[in-house]
């Protein structure tokens, strides 16, 4: 007699009479799944719908990350000037959640951050912003661009003259719209 | 039609309307054959009832080539589609290409439910829950969400797994599944700062994991048992590298930085809950079914999963807490070891060869070989970085396999003897009442 511990497995189909076709799954479980993946969909792009159904157009100063090679694929990362870094010091706001209030620069007509702050001004435009201690995230730090478009971009970026087309919402919460090169 | 083992009259082939054939591979049909001759021999079966026991079966031949080509096939496609969505290909307006991916993605949904073929219906799935992810990544470029969101793939894999559960599709569960393990590796990579916080959270999610895995009770196991094995797969790959990351003895918290920060003491909340839950689950679906050998219900059982899991997570925070002086190592001063280092080396060495051990047998208890395998994996890379990162400056590496080695035979050897008196003890039980009831 074989060792019990030799047995193979036997792979029986599951819950099945023998030689029936496999139960197929109610239709109706397979559109609400698919209904809820659609509403899925919607949750993951929610950050950047809100500010461009309700939020209002500002324009800042816009430049790459790594001069050198400022287009890494099909996008490219963006960092603004006009924006304040996080300080290194023990009077810096905590890690997490800071908002940024925007000031409006007269003669440029461009818009630029003022301080960073923990808790929501009282009055619009702001960004509302994650720090990591070293640098802010507000949800405006990339851009995808068609191949085309990027040769003109990347020499607009350069010599400093491109601006970032900004919608920004009640919450601070903001979606990029353009990326333009300025004369 | 093919003619019958009996003899007597044809039957359907392999795959025709009416086969009601179970197939089996090559080698448990042989093993049936030598059962059935002994059978016969020893009298307990007669030949027709040998034949009609056979006739129930077929072995299917080599099919597993042409299942891994058309696996990678769907894997290659799978990945091309989401791919084209980087390239970002500018031949479309963003609105339109989102149109068109979301069509390739309910096409997809759309012909596997009509589709009579299985194999068909079952790649057809699989694509779908693959290209659902390209509608969420080109959903996302088009609105211009900023790149290497975490969230998006957490939304890939959410969606995959309800489709996947929704439809009972193992390639759509598998990529639900792995989805999810990159979102949360990458989610808790984004937000934990240092070794202590990063290996309570991991081992946190492997009990939210596990808790997954036993709530698959009753119905829903016995219509996809492959879906509680994966979950207990990732259950047991987090517990396993939590308690990684928790032996090394490099990691020291960030200087003024307590590990209990609000997202650890979440997941632990979360941990909590979720096992809580699950065995409530369990319970009330296993409520009607039949008792476990041992008697007692088998949600009680399930418990004992979540219950290792917990002592699991217990014992690494234990060991990310504790962190003696570690300068004897990264200076490679073995005369700097102290005995608290080595209390903590030793001590972490021991708890992952039990977790290790846990999840082998568990594999073993579960009937999923795969779990054995990444228990056993885990244990030989452990061993192996311990011996050159760690004890490299000590003592040899050789001499820690042989010392791992010699404790997992004495053990292996140990649990085979308790085995083997359990088997014996359990095969008597119709003596004993006989004799209890003539005393």
Known sequence: ?183 | MVETASGRGTAPGRGEPGDTRHPVSVRTMRWLDEQLREWERDGLVTGTAAATIRSRYVAETKVKLLAIVTGLGVAFVAIGLIWLVAANLDGLPPLARLAAVAAVWLGLAAAAEVIRSERLTAVCRTLAAAAFGAVIFQAAQSLQVPAFEPALIGCWGLGALLYAYATRSLGAFAVGLAAGIGWFAWQIAETAHGIAETAIAVLCGAIVATAVAVAHAGRLHRARPEFATGWRLAGAGFALVGLFMAALPFGEPESGRSPWQPGVLWMLGIAAATAAAALMLAGRSTRTAIRGEDGRPPAARLGWELLVLAVILALGTALVLWQPDSGALENLDPSRMTPQLWARTTTSILVFLAAAAWFAMLGTWRDAPSLTSVALIALVLFTTFQSFAVFAPIISGATLFLAVGAVMLATGLAAERVRRRLTRRRARPGKKSTKEATS
């Open chain 1, 1 to 183: 007699m074989s060792d019990a511990s030799e047995v193979p497995e036997v792979t029986m189909p599951s819950a099945q009479a023998p030689g029936s076709p496999p139960e197929r799954p109610r239709l109706r479980w397979v559109v609400a799944a698919l209904l809820a993946q659609s509403l899925l969909v919607g949750v993951a792009v929610a950050p950047a719908l809100s500010p461009r159904l309700t939020g209002q157009e500002y324009r800042m100063r816009v430049a790459p990350v790594d001069p050198i090679d400022p287009f890494r694929g099909a996008y490219v990362q963006l960092e603004y000037p006009g924006l304040p870094a996080p300080p290194r010091d023990d009077d810096a706001p905590p890690m997490g959640t800071v908002y940024v209030p925007l000031a409006q620069d007269r003669s440029t007509g461009l818009w630029k951050g003022t301080d960073l702050r923990d808790t929501p001004p009282d009055a619009a435009p702001y960004l509302t912003c994650e720090s990591d201690g070293w640098r802010l995230k507000c949800g405006i730090d990339s851009w995808f661009v068609p191949q085309q478009r990027a040769a003109e971009l990347e020499r607009a970026m350069r010599e400093d003259h491109a601006v970032a087309v900004l919608k920004i919402d009640s919450n601070g919460h903001a979606a990029i719209t353009d990326l333009i090169a300025t004369t």
